[in-house]
C-alpha cells in the first residue's frame, strides 16, 4: 500500500486551521456578563436602598437613593481583563409622590463629583459604618460631611463604572439652612 504523504500534510494543515478557528471563536474578546458564584453573590449586594432626612429653608422632608449594581466581565476565559461594577442610581425626593432629584446625585458622594472635599482625619460611627469629616466650600456655603467609603458595596477587584465612592451619610451646610441624616439603609443580594 503506498502513502501519499501530500495529502497527508494537507490534511494536518486543514485540522490545524480548523482548531486555530475554533480555538480563536471560543476565546472572544467583548464583554461578557459574568454569572457569579453563589458564595460571591451572598457577599455582593446588587441593589441597595437609602433614604435621608433632609431639611432645608425651615422645610423637611425626605430622600430616597437608589443604586443598581450589575456586574459584568470584559474578555473570557484566560483573555479575562477585569470585572467591571455598573450601577444605575435614582435620588428623589418624596412626600407621598416621587419627585425627580436625579442630577443631585454626585453630590451624596465625596468623591468623583467636582467638589474639593478635606478630610479633617475625625472619624466616628454611624448606623454601625466606620465614618470620615469633610469639609468643604462650593456655592458660597462651607459644608461639614460624614461619609464612609463601606457603601455602597462592590467586590475588591471589581472597577466601578463611574467614579462615585465615599457615601455620605450626614451633611450639614454651616449657616444651618440644609441639613441631611441618613434614616434607614438597606442592601439586597
Not at 476565546?27 to 461578557?32: A, S
Not at 430622600?63 to 449594581?69: A, F, G, R
Not at 478635606?118 to 459644608?143: K, L, Q
Request: charge should be positive; hydrophobic fraction near 35%; proline fraction near 2%.
Amino acid at each position: 500500500m503506498k502513502i501519499n504523504t501530500r495529502h497527508i500534510y494537507v490534511s494536518i494543515v486543514v485540522a490545524a486551521v480548523i482548531a486555530a478557528v475554533t480555538h480563536a471563536l471560543s476565546i472572544g474578546y467583548g464583554v461578557t456578563y459574568a454569572s457569579l458564584s453563589e458564595s460571591e453573590s451572598a457577599r455582593r449586594p446588587m441593589s441597595m436602598s437609602v433614604v435621608y432626612e433632609r431639611t432645608y429653608g425651615g422645610h423637611s422632608d425626605f430622600v430616597h437613593l437608589k443604586i443598581d449594581t450589575t456586574y459584568r466581565q470584559t474578555g473570557k476565559g484566560r483573555f479575562r481583563l477585569e470585572t467591571v461594577c455598573d450601577r444605575k442610581m435614582s435620588l428623589r425626593s418624596f412626600d407621598g409622590a416621587y419627585a425627580d432629584c436625579s442630577s443631585a446625585t454626585p453630590r451624596c458622594f465625596v468623591f468623583g463629583n467636582d467638589i474639593e472635599w478635606r478630610d479633617t482625619g475625625e472619624t466616628r460611627r454611624i448606623m454601625d459604618y466606620e465614618c470620615r469629616r469633610a469639609t468643604a466650600t462650593f456655592d458660597h456655603r462651607t459644608w461639614e460631611v460624614w461619609y464612609t467609603l463601606l457603601l455602597p458595596r462592590r467586590a475588591a477587584d471589581a472597577r466601578a463604572s463611574d467614579n462615585l465612592a465615599g457615601l455620605i451619610l450626614e451633611a450639614r451646610e454651616s449657616g444651618g439652612d440644609y441639613s441631611l441624616r441618613i434614616r434607614h439603609i438597606s442592601e439586597i443580594s
